[in-house]
């Protein structure tokens, strides 16, 4: 069974800095991609960032420049600078993995992370 345990959210002031940190565990035969989505209150949850094998990185327009995602083997890492009110919402980790169980391969991408809360006061 594969889980993601995320940690590192809270409350900071705007213009402060989080690392949000997300840990994979379980029968990962390969990574295929790792990211992280945003959910805000009445909102859709939103990708934020994403790296795919070989280190391609995607980015949200609303983050560029100030939210940096990287991974280190089955820990994927979102640093997030000069974070704003609006930046407000339950940070999901998601990941796209192949596993291999009883002779076979299985891929999915819909492993998810159970939330963390980041907050941004103004």
């Known amino acids: 069974q594969v889980q993601l345990v995320e940690s590192g959210g809270g409350l900071v002031q705007a213009g402060g800095s989080l690392t949000l940190s997300c840990a994979a565990s379980?029968?990962?035969?390969?990574?295929?991609?790792m990211g992280w989505y945003r959910q805000a209150p009445g909102k859709q949850r939103e990708l934020v960032a994403v790296?795919?094998?070989?280190?391609k990185t995607n980015y949200a327009d609303s983050v560029k420049g100030r939210f940096t995602i990287s991974r280190d083997n089955a820990k994927v890492y979102l640093q997030m600078n000069s974070l704003k009110p609006e930046d407000t919402a339950v940070y999901y980790c998601?990941?796209?993995?192949?596993?291999?169980?009883?002779?076979?391969?299985?891929?999915?991408?819909?492993?998810w992370g159970q939330g963390t809360q980041v907050t941004v006061s103004s």
């Open positions: 998601n990941a796209d993995f192949t596993t291999y169980r009883l002779g076979s391969y299985y891929t999915s991408g819909d492993y």
């Open positions: 379980g029968s990962i035969f390969r990574i295929n991609g």
């Open positions: 790296i795919i094998s070989g280190g």
